[in-house]
Nanobody
């Protein structure tokens, strides 16, 4: 059974950096798309960044130039490096995976697997 196990996150002051990790366990076929989503209290979950198996990356406009999605294939781990953090980045962050190359950020529909979530809090 495939599992996504997250680590990282925490609290940081505005302008600081954090890195989230998402380890993939138990897969037979590698996901074609992996992404990061976030959900703040009272708000809908939104896509933040996605990485397609061909190396294509996607970012929501609000994080472009500040966040970087990457993966270490040897460690079967997905990362989200978050720099220049802002208070509005505070949310619960989730990694997700799907087995198609269609890798949207506009919806979480179709993502088959989810991590347990990790909290990111940015203070001003």
């Amino acid at each position: 059974q495939v599992q996504l196990v997250q680590s990282g996150g925490g609290s940081v002051q505005a302008g600081g950096s954090l890195r989230l990790s998402c380890a993939v366990f138990g897969y037979t076929y590698s996901p074609d798309c992996m992404g990061w989503f976030r959900q703040a209290p009272g708000k809908e979950r939104e896509g933040v960044a996605a990485l397609v198996s061909d190396g294509t990356t996607k970012y929501v406009d609000s994080v472009k130039g500040r966040f970087t999605i990457s993966q270490d294939n040897a460690k079967n781990t997905l990362y989200l490096q978050m720099n220049s953090l802002k208070p509005e980045d505070s949310a619960m962050y989730y990694c997700a995976a799907r087995f198609t190359r269609n890798c949207p950020l506009s919806t979480d529909y179709g993502y088959d697997l989810w991590g347990q979530g990790t909290q990111v809090t940015v203070s001003s």
